[in-house]
């Protein structure tokens, strides 16, 4: 389920509604704050990409809705997070939920 712990509640929320502006605001805000970068990506990002991947194998979001949620988190990972968070960790943490999607899928 979406976290219910702040920031983190908003981020998801913000992917799962596809507003990337808001996304990019609450991972800046949250990075002022000293949040975890990983924890940003853990907590909130991927949560939110977790609730858009259930609506779309329930039919109720389409690949266009993917995509658009996906470009939130990705443009604030790459805005923001590249800097702060090894390659090696993000990719390992975004190939695993790649995996998972494509499982989830089949």
Same mark, same amino acid.
Request: aromatic fraction near 6%.
């Given at each position: ?6 920031? &983190?509640?908003?981020? =998801?929320? @913000? ?5 990337? =502006?808001?996304?990019l605001s609450d ?6 704050? $000293? ?16 609730a858009v991947s259930?609506?779309?194998?329930? @039919? ?8 658009? =949620?996906?470009? =939130?988190? !990705?443009?604030? #990972? ?6 702060? #968070?090894?390659?090696?960790? *993000? *990719? &390992? #943490?975004?190939?695993?939920? $790649?995996?998972? !999607? ?5």
């Amino acid at each position: 389920g979406l976290p219910t712990e702040e920031p &983190f509640k908003s981020i =998801a929320l @913000g992917v799962l509604y596809e507003d990337k =502006a808001k996304v990019l605001s609450d991972v800046k805000e949250s990075l002022e704050n $000293e949040i975890s970068p990983l924890d940003i990506i853990n907590k909130g990002l991927m949560k939110g990409i977790d609730a858009v991947s259930l609506l779309y194998t329930k @039919g109720v979001y389409f690949l266009p809705d993917l995509m658009l =949620a996906g470009d =939130a988190m !990705m443009e604030s #990972v790459k805005k923001f997070l590249d800097t702060k #968070v090894k390659q090696k960790e *993000l *990719l &390992f #943490v975004l190939l695993l939920k $790649e995996i998972h !999607m494509t499982s989830v899928k089949t």
